[in-house]
């Protein structure tokens, strides 16, 4: 990396690629794969255990060793594709839980001042799929995250409806992590977000839009019964899939070889042989459309690279 910074050629970080949407034409530049491995186990008492995990190990590895060795707090990011060193970058969440809440710190290469540098929690600009790397794209490179996990068989309490309806339990009981993690994968297979090559629905970035953030005025506006989550600053987020289907955008609906998932309407999935172009095309369509309906903008979750939505 740094060869290529001294020599201004541009460079492409990837760790699973699972949230980059490339332009058909390539990327004019040098790509690294991170792949760095390495879990250090740093302190682990009754008060729980501190974790320095490298950048290159897979997501769900970890997950699943946190629920192995009963490190809780990330069970319900269970099945989310990609490396650890991405998960700070739009700071993955999933099921009530986000990595804001157990990540310690975060150990950089700053590709600008030359140099190493370790961001606590605090200072990693963590908010609803963001992050101080999300908002300065190409600035650091992270090399290992800590987590600070509480230990124990029984994870938080479970406050997020469709997770408790599929436990089978009432919102804000506890149950072991181990349940919480089958099930987060359950219902991860049954929206097609676990990727089977032969099942074109999950074929995809995941969610295409994040769930639009909304000041108190644009809320009032919403139709009563659109789904809405207060937030502590006094902000709603509503739920994209939900303003997509009112839209009148259907699950199943395509544009060429890019098709929206028969089971998700966020997922933007390619059919097969889809070009970049063709899925660009269907996210404008979708966007476009329920700006029309509601004058919200949906925003694309994915990193663009050499294309725009
Ligand atoms: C089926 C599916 C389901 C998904 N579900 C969820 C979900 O529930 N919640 C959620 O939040 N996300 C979800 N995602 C999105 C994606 O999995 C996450 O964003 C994941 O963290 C991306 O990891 P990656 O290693 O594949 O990153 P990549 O796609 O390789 O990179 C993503 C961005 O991070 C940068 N980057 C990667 N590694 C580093 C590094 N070490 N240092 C600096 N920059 C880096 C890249 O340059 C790029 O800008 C889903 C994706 C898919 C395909």
């Known amino acids: 990396m740094r060869a290529a910074d ?3 050629t541009p460079l492409l970080l990837v760790g699973g690629g699972s949230n980059l949407v490339v332009s058909d034409e390539g990327f004019p530049g040098t790509v690294v794969h991170i792949a760095t491995s390495g879990i250090r186990l740093n302190a682990d008492a009754c008060s729980g255990a501190t974790v320095t995990v490298a950048a290159g190990e897979g997501w769900d590895d970890l997950v699943a060793h946190a629920v192995d060795q009963g490190w809780l707090g990330v069970e319900a990011l269970s099945g989310i594709p990609g490396s650890v060193g991405a998960t700070p970058i739009q700071n993955v969440g999933a099921y009530g839980q986000e990595v804001a809440d157990t990540v310690a710190c975060v150990r950089c290469w700053d590709r600008v001042g030359r140099a190493y540098r370790t961001f606590s929690v605090a200072e990693c600009g963590f908010g609803y799929r963001t992050s101080r790397f999300k908002e300065d794209p190409g600035h650091f490179v992270v090399l290992e995250v800590t987590f600070q996990f509480r230990m124990g068989d029984l994870a938080e309490p479970v406050e997020y409806g469709e997770l408790a309806r599929s436990l089978g339990v009432p919102l804000g009981q506890r149950v072991p992590a181990r ?16 990727l089977d090559g032969s099942d074109h629905d999950t074929w995809s970035a995941g969610s295409f839009f994040t769930n639009p953030v909304l000041d108190a005025g644009q809320a009032a506006d919403l139709p009563e019964d659109a789904p809405r989550w207060e937030l502590p600053d006094g902000s709603v987020k509503t739920s994209a899939a939900w303003l997509i289907e009112q839209a009148g955008i259907a699950k199943g609906h395509r544009s060429g070889a890019a098709r929206i998932s028969s089971k998700h309407p966020l997922a933007l999935t390619n059919s097969g042989g889809a070009t970049t172009a063709d899925l660009l095309c269907l996210a404008r369509e979708v966007r476009d459309r329920v700006g029309e309906r509601f004058g919200i903008e949906l925003v694309n979750e994915p990193v663009t690279v050499g294309c725009r939505l």
Do not use: N, Q
């Open 179 to 194: 349940a919480v993690r089958e099930s987060v994968l359950a219902l991860r297979r049954r929206k097609g977000m676990v």
């Open 6 to 8: 001294e020599s201004g």
